[in-house]
């Protein structure tokens, strides 16, 4: 039972562009979202998140759109640099403990490829 | 100092050794975590320590012991562990927050992982 989902494997997109990453969730206790960014051999390095009270929050070259009536989010690079190719994961926590510390639910990962 | 270090980088071990794998990270933060990844696949979470105490075991074999001996330390100590447990190890750590609500700062950061093949 996969609790978050990135359905696209892999996506290509040429430098420049924007690159759209989406990502879906079943569970509805999920109240935090967050987008991670993998290279081979290396852990997982945060890159942005989104609290459940808000639909939108922005770094940078990098927004992440929620939409909790389509437990949907997706996370907007623009413009897409080379250096952008890598895994990317989205991952949602839920508020149990009420500590914070709850841990993470990964998706699968999408493989962007930023083409020149 | 942002970082989460982690050590070994790689381990190779037999099904009867006993080996641990180390995590540090000196940003005061309260909640550290043991994640699994094998290739191609999400991490998936198997330990929580909050404020050096067990808070989450999600139904991991006891051949993996973890051991939080201070805030700033986490353990994952190994015995008996059988091929399919290589994988890559990864340590997280989190501000932890004090409520559901203050989850701004809950981001989790991770090490560069432990790679452990068994043998």
């Known amino acids: 039972d996969q609790q978050v989902k990135q359905n696209s494997p892999s996506l290509s997109v040429q430098e420049g562009r924007i690159s759209i990453l989406n990502c879906d969730y079943t569970n509805s206790m999920f109240d935090y979202f967050l987008w991670y960014k993998k290279y081979p051999a290396e852990g997982p390095t945060f890159l942005i998140s989104?609290?459940?009270?808000?639909d939108k929050n922005e770094d940078g070259r990098f927004t992440v759109f929620l939409n909790k009536s389509a437990k949907h989010l997706s996370l907007h690079i623009v413009p897409s640099q080379p250096g952008d190719s890598a895994v990317y994961f989205c991952a949602a926590s839920a508020g149990q403990s009420g500590g914070g510390a709850d841990g993470l639910t990964f998706g699968k990962g999408t493989h962007l490829i930023i083409q020149p | 100092d942002t970082e989460v270090t982690q050590t070994p980088k790689h381990l190779v071990m037999g099904m009867t050794n006993k080996k641990s794998l180390k995590c540090e990270q000196h940003?005061?933060?309260?909640?550290m975590y043991w994640y699994k990844q094998k290739a191609k696949k999400p991490p998936e979470l198997m330990f929580v320590?909050?404020?050096?105490?067990?808070?989450i075991n999600e139904s991991v074999p006891s051949r993996f012991s973890p051991e939080c001996p201070n805030s700033s330390l986490l353990n994952l100590h190994l015995h008996a562990l059988q091929p399919e447990d290589s994988a890559l190890y990864l340590c997280?750590?989190?501000?932890?927050?004090?409520?559901?609500?203050?989850?701004?700062?809950?981001?989790?950061?991770f090490g560069q992982g432990t790679r452990l093949t068994v043998v």
């Open positions: 997280a750590s989190s501000q932890g927050g004090t409520g559901t609500r203050n989850r701004m700062n809950t981001e989790a950061f």
């Open positions: 320590y909050s404020y050096e105490k067990l808070s």
């Open positions: 989104i609290s459940s009270i808000k």
């Open positions: 940003m005061g933060h309260r909640a």
